[in-house]
């Protein structure tokens, strides 16, 4: 075994620059203490440059020029080495003001399903009358970099991606927005956290499990009795329909390869009981939740009355888009 293999140092080299940004990362989560903001205004204090992996290259090949012109007498070697001196330390502070002074905003994000992508909205503006190029929003998660310019007195509402693996409301992680503007040869970067959240619904079951039966009106028994609805119209076939709705006559008149289901109204249908209690003990915690979430959206789109119950919660039988979601985020929130 090598010396570095045994010491354990890292076989990929680290350069200088990226070393500093690090420790900077380090530290400044040890002092912010992952604080967030619900706006944020990049002043001085909160922007770092440091030199870019080319800046060090760029800082070497200035030092050596240097040398030479010393070794040499060379006033012209003077002249051109200053003068790129003189280049990179404007460099520097065109890139420290492409990002001082912007204002950055928080906006909102959509609830979703376990496993899809949450897209978090934000916005940022720009009150100078200087154009900000090439700026890097990234934070742990993001397939790629977002990279935007933004105009004098401009404002932009950016959008980032991010994946879920679990129910319940999900934090933005701290952003990082960086630039390396015009030159290249320095990185300057500053830290947000916007006061930002998700709510992620649990996964839908699937394949689903067809919806229990309709209790009458009065609580006391199934709605399976004939007569009761009126068949008014027909449509295609939805996971959890029962099979007593298929149309069969319909189907075979038709010849079409995909089903279709009654659409039935009148009569007391009665309320869909969603309850906890009433899974299957093979069921774990999750996997209960899971059904019962697909059950809260079949149950939705056939337009039925449904209620929910779980340990410690209670929704009564109601319908319509604001139950739904109510449903869904109980199911979110359940501490089970």
């Known amino acids: 075994m090598n010396g570095p293999a045994r010491l354990g140092i890292a076989a990929r080299p680290r350069f200088l620059g990226q ?13 912010s203490g992952q604080r967030q903001h619900a706006e944020r205004v990049l002043t001085q204090r909160s922007i770092y440059i440091v030199p870019s992996r080319p800046g060090l290259l760029y800082a070497v ?8 012109s010393i070794n040499y007498r060379l006033s012209l070697g003077y002249a051109l080495t200053f003068l790129l001196a003189g280049m990179a330390i ?12 912007l204002r950055l905003r928080p906006g909102r994000a959509e609830p979703v399903f376990a496993g899809q992508i949450a897209e978090f909205s934000l916005q940022v503006e720009n009150p100078t009358r200087f154009t900000r190029y090439a700026i890097h929003v990234q934070t742990p998660g993001m397939a790629k970099d977002e990279v935007f310019d933004l105009a004098p007195f401009a404002e ?3 959008s980032i991606a991010l994946p879920t693996t679990r129910r319940g409301w999900q934090a933005i992680p701290r952003l990082t927005l960086r630039t390396r503007f015009p030159l290249g040869i320095w990185t300057a970067w500053a830290y947000w956290h916007p006061a930002m959240q998700v709510l ?7 394949p ?3 919806l229990p039966e309709h209790h009458d009106a009065r609580g006391d028994g199934d709605s399976r009795g004939h007569g009761q609805e009126d068949v008014a119209g027909i449509r295609p076939y939805q996971a959890g329909d029962p099979p007593r709705r298929i149309a069969w006559k ?18 007391a249908r009665g309320d869909l009981a969603l309850d906890w209690s009433t899974l299957p003990a093979s069921l774990d915690a999750e996997a209960r939740l899971s ?24 929704l009564p039988a109601a319908g319509g888009s604001e139950h739904r979601l109510a449903c869904l985020q109980a199911l979110a929130e359940a501490e089970i």
């Open 19 to 31: 070393a500093i940004v690090d420790a900077v990362d380090r530290w400044s989560n040890r002092l």
């Open 61 to 68: 090949v200035l030092a050596a020029m240097l040398i030479a």
């Open 90 to 101: 404007a460099g520097m502070l065109h890139t420290f003001r492409n990002l001082t002074r």
């Open 156 to 158: 932009r509402i950016g």
């Open 200 to 206: 992620v619904y649990p996964t839908p079951e699937n």
């Open 208 to 210: 689903p499990t067809p």
């Open 250 to 267: 319909a189907l075979a008149r038709t010849g079409g390869e995909h089903l279709l289901s009654k659409h039935l109204e009148g009569g």
């Open 291 to 314: 059904r019962l979430t697909r059950w809260v959206i079949d149950a939705d789109a056939q337009g039925a009355r449904f209620s929910l119950q779980l340990p410690g919660v209670s």
